[in-house]
Structure formats: structure tokens, C-alpha cells
């Protein structure tokens, strides 16, 4: 069955008209909701604890900003952009005692609706408008004129009109610019957590920490094998999001085609394991062991963001990274990316 898809003709921007929708939290996804929704005209308010110190990057921006029980409750839609793990304390805390009747909840991610984590009553839309991007992307691209791609999925619909909120929201955001597909939360949640895990992040990070690792094992230099394991990835990568696999092989040797059909290391030992981490996600178990670490103040993740800061690839990549002249700019990213650890510093990159 092909997927239903709505563009920017699909849906009606007068559905906001006399109404206000709150966005809660102003991180990745936060930022760029408010100031886009607030560029196409839709009354905004954004929701932040008051010690927070986006309240006065905000309101530099000239959103108005109040704390997350008080835009709750003068919102007709809210935006759920915090966290995860922290989403159901703040529901239950700022968010259900100051729910208007009928306000509708909206979510970037469906992991605590469709976990259960967060249980709204019957007489509340539930939506989701999950960006298919970065929040800095989805902002980019609408001051562009142009939009990220979107996964949007209604849960909860007691009056009929959760789909007209659902894209006139997705419309507001610059999404239907280029596209939204329908999907549910469990679709949504499941393929997130598979794809990020196995491929996106768990995987790719992992091929390329451990290539690393086997080359410099072997002794050659690291500045060499950072190139063929790590630098060279995202020319391959951006050939292959322009014309998938097939550009991305054609673009390369015929001894590297060679080697990439019959020299691979992932193998069906890969796909079961894959299959096995679909099954932890599909069961739960994964959301579990993840909410019960954060809800225990996070010893694990802790330690395992320690952990991995530190392995060896990452030594020796900043060094080579400010080498690079066109790479300026992404450097000065990456550090502030870093500084969530503070472990690798600005010192290593002299
Ligand atoms: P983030 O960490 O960048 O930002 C979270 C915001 O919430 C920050 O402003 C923080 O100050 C605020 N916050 C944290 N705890 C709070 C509390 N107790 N009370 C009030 N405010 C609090 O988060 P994000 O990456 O933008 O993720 C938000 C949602 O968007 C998540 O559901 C995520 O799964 C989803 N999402 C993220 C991306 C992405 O690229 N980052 C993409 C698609 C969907
Ligand atoms: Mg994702």
C-alpha cells in the first residue's frame, strides 16, 4: 500500500485562528517549533521552568515565554518538546492539572504515549508532528523557504478534528513544503528507536569506532585510518541520500564495489541481532531499561556518555578535524556538541 502523503494544499492554517498553542521546552526540536510557528502567524507561547536559561534566549527572540504550568494553561494546543525521560514527571506535575478542556497534546516523538508513560484522558486530541531532522534543520529550512520532511500520526481524536490541528501544525512548521507521511506511534515509535540504534547511531558509530581501532591494532598510523574509516563517510553518505545505494556504489571503484559485496563483516549474525533488538523494542524491555536508569538519576547513561567520549577514535579526531580548512565551521560545532561531556575539550584540538 503506497503511504498517504499531504503537502502544503492539504491543510488549513485558519484552523489556528483565535487560538494558542504552547511549545514546551526551546532545545533542538523547541526552538525551531516556536519560531517557525510563530513566523507563520500562529499565536505562540513557549513553556520553560523559570531558572532555565533559554527563558531569556526566547525572549530575545521575541517569543513570549511564561513557565510551562501557565502557557499550559491558556494553550489550545500543546507541544511536548522536552526530553523524553522527563516528559511524564512534567505531565503529570505542570501539564494535566492545567490542561484546558478539549486542549489538544501534541508530541515530536511517540515513546511516552505509546509506552504509557503519559496517559491523557479521552477528551484530549493526541497527535504527533515528529520533524524527519535535527530542531537546527527544521529551523534552517524554514527561514529558507523551505521545509523538513515530517512523520505525523493522530492517537486520540474525540471531536473529528485531530487531523485538521495535526497538518494545519505540520503546514505552520514549513513540514508540508516537502511532505508529510502518515504513520502511527507505534510505527513511529519503533522504526525511531530500531533506526537509531542499529543503523544511524548504534550502528555507524560502532563500525566506525571499531575500524578504527583494528587499523591502529595493526599498527598503522591513526591520522590515516581516521580518513578511511571516519572522513570519507559522509561523501559517501551524501551520495547515497541524493541517489541511495546504487550512486553511492557507482561513484566508487570498481575494487571497492568488489570488496563491499564479498569483504563486509556485517553478516545474518547482524540481521539476528538486529531482529533482536526490534523484539526489546516492540516488547518494551528497552523503554524500561532506559526510563528506570534516568528515573534512578541516570548511573548508567552516565557512565556509558563517560565511557564512550573517551574511545580511542575520539583522541585523535580533533586534532585531525582543525587541520581541515573547510571543516572551520563544523569544528566549532562539534565542540559545543562536546561540552555535554566536557570531556573532550577545546586543548586537544592544538
Ligand atoms: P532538547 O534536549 O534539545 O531540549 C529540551 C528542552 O526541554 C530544553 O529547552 C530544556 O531546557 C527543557 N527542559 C528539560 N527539562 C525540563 C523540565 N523539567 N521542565 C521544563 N523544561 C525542561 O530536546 P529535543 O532534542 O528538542 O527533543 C524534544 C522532543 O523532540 C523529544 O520528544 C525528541 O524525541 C523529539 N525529537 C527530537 C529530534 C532532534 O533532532 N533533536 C528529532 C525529532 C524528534
Ligand atoms: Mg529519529
Request: proline fraction near 4%.
Amino acid at each position: 500500500m503506497a503511504a498517504t502523503i499531504w503537502y502544503e494544499k492539504d491543510a488549513d492554517l485558519s484552523v489556528f485562528d483565535g487560538k494558542k498553542v504552547a511549545i514546551l521546552g526551546y532545545g533542538s526540536q523547541g526552538h525551531a517549533h516556536a519560531l517557525n510557528l510563530r513566523d507563520s502567524g500562529v499565536d505562540v507561547v513557549v513553556g520553560l521552568r523559570p531558572t532555565s536559561k533559554s527563558v531569556e534566549f526566547a525572549k530575545e527572540q521575541g517569543l513570549e515565554v511564561k513557565p510551562v504550568g501557565e502557557a499550559v494553561a491558556e494553550a489550545d494546543v500543546v507541544m511536548i518538546l522536552l526530553p523524553d525521560q522527563y516528559q511524564a514527571a512534567v505531565y503529570k506535575k505542570d501539564v494535566e492539572p492545567n490542561l484546558k478542556p478539549g486542549a489538544a497534546l501534541a508530541f515530536a516523538h511517540g515513546f511516552n504515549i505509546h509506552y504509557g508513560y503519559i496517559k491523557p484522558s479521552e477528551d484530549h486530541p493526541v497527535f504527533m508532528v515528529a520533524p524527519k531532522g535535527p530542531g537546527h534543520i527544521v529551523r534552517r529550512e524554514y527561514a529558507a523557504g523551505r521545509g523538513v520532511p515530517v512523520v505525523v500520526a493522530v492517537e486520540q481524536d474525540p471531536r473529528g478534528d485531530a487531523w485538521d490541528i495535526t497538518l494545519a501544525y505540520a503546514k505552520a512548521l514549513g513540514a508540508l513544503r516537502a511532505g508529510a507521511i502518515k504513520t502511527t506511534f507505534t510505527e513511529e515509535t519503533e522504526t525511531d528507536l530500531f533506526g537509531e540504534q542499529n543503523v544511524l547511531m548504534g550502528g555507524v558509530n560502532k563500525l566506525v569506532e571499531m575500524g578504527f581501532e583494528v587499523l591502529t591494532d595493526a599498527g598503522y598510523q591513526p591520522e590515516i585510518a581516521y580518513f578511511e574509516v571516519c572522513h570519507e563517510l559522509k561523501m559517501l553518505v551524501d551520495l547515497m541520500n541524493e541517489g541511495g545505494l546504487n550512486k553511492a556504489r557507482w561513484s566508487c571503484s570498481d575494487t571497492a564495489q568488489y570488496g563491499d559485496y564479498t569483504n563486509t563483516c556485517i553478516d545474518e549474525h547482524v540481521r539476528e541481532r538486529m531482529q533482536y533488538h526490534l523484539k526489546r523494542i516492540q516488547d518494551g524491555s528497552f523503554a524500561k531499561e532506559f526510563i528506570d536508569d534516568q528515573d534512578a538519576g541516570a548511573p548508567k547513561f552516565k557512565a556509558l556518555q563517560e565511557e564512550y567520549s573517551n574511545v580511542r577514535i575520539e583522541t585523535v579526531g580533533p586534532k585531525l578535524r582543525a587541520m581541515f580548512s573547510w571543516n572551520k565551521d563544523a569544528v566549532k560545532d562539534a565542540d559545543e556538541a562536546n561540552s555535554f561531556t566536557g570531556k573532550i575539550a577545546r586543548a586537544q584540538v592544538q
